[in-house]
């Protein structure tokens, strides 16, 4: 684990993962790993590129920020969070599968897959961008995976 270095690009106006301290506990208490925290909101596309590629796992809420994918190291791992109320699986999965990373989106509730949209949530809207409150324990377990 000494070589692997993990980033959290969360947001700061909506998407937030609102448990991110919690996660970053878990995964220090778990596997020893510092985890780095940024925005994207007013930092430059230099800056935004070299979070990516200096990471080996980046956590990111599903939103803009994911568009450096690209610029991570190969094999990485981009573990995208979404809510509940819409998993735009077409996005950025596809981004990193044809970049040569490993991607995985995680919800709380994925039972209305191939559709993006929960009907629970429609009312006239879509995409909402709700906050997300993360699973920690799934993701701890998708990080344990891909250690392994």
């Not at 230099?46 to 990471?55: A, E, G, L």
Request: with cysteine; glycine share 2%.
């Amino acid at each position: 684990n000494n070589n692997i270095t993990i980033g959290l690009v969360n947001r700061k106006r909506n998407r937030i993962l609102t448990n991110y301290k919690q996660l970053c506990d878990d995964i220090k208490k778990n596997f020893n790993i510092e985890v780095d925290i940024t925005y994207f909101e007013d930092k430059s596309f230099d800056y935004q590129i070299n979070f990516f590629n200096k990471h080996k796992i980046i956590i990111s809420p599903h939103g803009a920020q994911l568009c450096s994918i690209p610029f991570s190291q190969d094999d990485s791992l981009i573990i995208e969070c979404a809510h509940e109320a819409w998993h735009p699986y077409e996005y950025f999965p596809g981004l990193s599968y044809t970049s040569n990373k490993y991607h995985i989106m995680v919800c709380d509730n994925h039972s209305f897959f191939p559709n993006r949209y929960s009907d629970k949530y429609i009312n006239g809207k879509r995409n909402r961008k709700f906050n997300i409150n993360v699973n920690v324990q799934k993701i701890i377990n998708i990080i344990n995976c891909y250690l392994k």
